[in-house]
């Protein structure tokens, strides 16, 4: 019996992973994902990609992430084409009050220990370390293929800050050029003049400009310190001159 209930057992679980994959519902997935964005290009990267059960070992704390996963997910399939004004962020996953911080908490502490242990040991020992400050938000839609999955976005945190204080600093300058009807609903012009503020960069790949267009949103939210973003620090060895002359002088030739 105990091992006819094995096989049972066994062919569920076989059954729901194909039907996953079949569906392109990755939700036991969490992906780590770099938004890089110099002023010219904005390039995605996977930092890491890891089971949703090695993030958060406690199953309260997969169930609550999972459930505004999916919700934010279904709310994505339907999701208008919206101006780059609105500051919702396209499948952004929005945590209950209850368990945000402590999701969030999960979420950097993994990503945390997952890429500079060293550097705060290095830290520690009195040694030249450069910290950096990144801030983090919770998206689930569709990406590659239509799969969907839980991707945490990371971006620099001064980068994101200096893209919104530029584009809001032309938005005021826009606006003091512009006769707006106040006797009229004026959200479409402003959404029109807000969404050509700032140069579409170069993508890597056409379907980034949905990966862009939220990260302007998220850089407004950073800027008004919206409490579903959150930061992590992260400590690198320190480079001599030689090392980041060596390292800008790739990146010149990579482009």
Same mark, same amino acid.
């Given at each position: 019996l105990p091992v006819l209930l094995g096989v049972v057992g066994g062919g569920i679980v076989g059954v729901k992973a194909r039907n996953a994959w079949r569906r392109r519902r990755f939700y036991d997935d969490v992906l780590f994902g770099l #938004?890089? *964005?110099? &002023?010219? /290009?904005?390039?995605?990267? !996977?930092? +890491?990609? !890891?089971?949703? $059960?090695? +993030?958060? @070992?406690?199953?309260? &704390?997969?169930?609550?992430?999972?459930?505004?996963? /999916?919700?934010?997910?279904?709310?994505?399939? !339907?999701?208008? /084409?919206?101006?780059?004004?609105?500051?919702?962020? #396209? &499948? $952004?996953?929005?945590?209950?009050?209850?368990?945000?911080?402590?999701?969030? #908490?999960?979420?950097?502490? *993994?990503?945390?220990?997952?890429?500079? @242990? $060293? &550097?705060f040991f290095l830290q520690a020992a009195g040694l030249p370390v450069a910290r950096e400050r990144y801030l983090c938000w919770i998206t689930c839609n569709e990406g590659v293929e239509g799969g969907r999955k839980i991707r945490v976005q990371v971006a620099h945190k001064k980068t994101l800050l200096n893209l919104a204080k530029e584009e809001e600093e032309k938005k005021q300058t826009a606006l003091e050029n512009v006769v707006l009807d106040p006797n009229v609903d004026n959200t479409e012009r402003v959404a029109t003049i807000v969404e050509d503020l700032v140069p579409t960069p170069i993508f890597e790949k056409p379907y980034h400009k949905g990966t862009w267009n939220n990260y302007r949103r998220a850089a407004r939210q950073a800027l008004n310190e919206s409490d579903q973003l959150f930061e992590v620090e992260i400590a690198f060895a320190a480079l001599n001159n030689d090392d980041h002359d060596q390292l800008v002088s790739a990146d010149a030739r990579g482009r």
């Open positions: #938004n890089i *964005y110099d &002023g010219r /290009r904005f390039v995605l990267r !996977t930092v +890491v990609e !890891t089971k949703l $059960e090695k +993030v958060i @070992p406690h199953k309260v &704390g997969q169930v609550e992430l999972l459930k505004a996963a /999916r919700i934010a997910s279904d709310r994505s399939k !339907t999701w208008p /084409r919206r101006p780059v004004a609105d500051d919702r962020i #396209n &499948g $952004e996953v929005v945590l209950a009050q209850s368990s945000r911080v402590l999701v969030h #908490n999960f979420l950097l502490n *993994y990503l945390s220990s997952s890429l500079s @242990p $060293e &550097g």
